[in-house]
């Protein structure tokens, strides 16, 4: 089993910068790829971006590709997701997950989820 929190979420004006945080409380944190999704209201969640469990390759999707990059410590047993240059195309709950070994760019392959972060972006 593996848990996930987010954090790091809030409220910040166009052009702003935020980071996110995914912890995970297990010790095997580093056998999983872990993913960014977003979900705004009335729309479906969205893939952000992907790193892989040995954090040698990340994938991204257009919309964020050059304003958003994920890192992680698997030491620390975390994931980040730093935004840049926030829109407010931007705004959505924000959610970590976990998938083991190979990353994956669609939500129904990931096995664990965290409970999400809201991001507002203001204009």
């Known amino acids: 089993q593996v848990q996930l929190a987010e954090s790091g979420g809030g409220l910040v004006q166009a052009g702003d910068s935020l980071r996110l945080t995914c912890a995970s409380s297990t010790r095997t944190f580093s056998s999983y790829a872990v993913g960014w999704f977003r979900q705004a209201p009335g729309k479906e969640r969205e893939f952000v971006g992907t790193?892989?469990?040995?954090?040698?390759?990340?994938y991204y999707s257009d919309s964020v590709k050059g304003r958003f990059t994920i890192a992680r410590d698997n030491d620390k047993n975390a994931a980040y997701l730093q935004m840049n240059n926030l829109t407010p195309e931007d705004s959505a709950v924000y959610y970590c997950?976990?998938?083991?070994?190979?990353?994956?760019?669609?939500?129904?392959?990931?096995?664990?989820w965290g409970q999400g972060t809201q991001v507002t972006v203001s204009s």
């Open positions: 790193i892989t469990w040995r954090a040698d390759n990340t």
């Open positions: 997950a976990a998938k083991y070994y190979r990353e994956s760019f669609k939500a129904q392959d990931y096995e664990y």
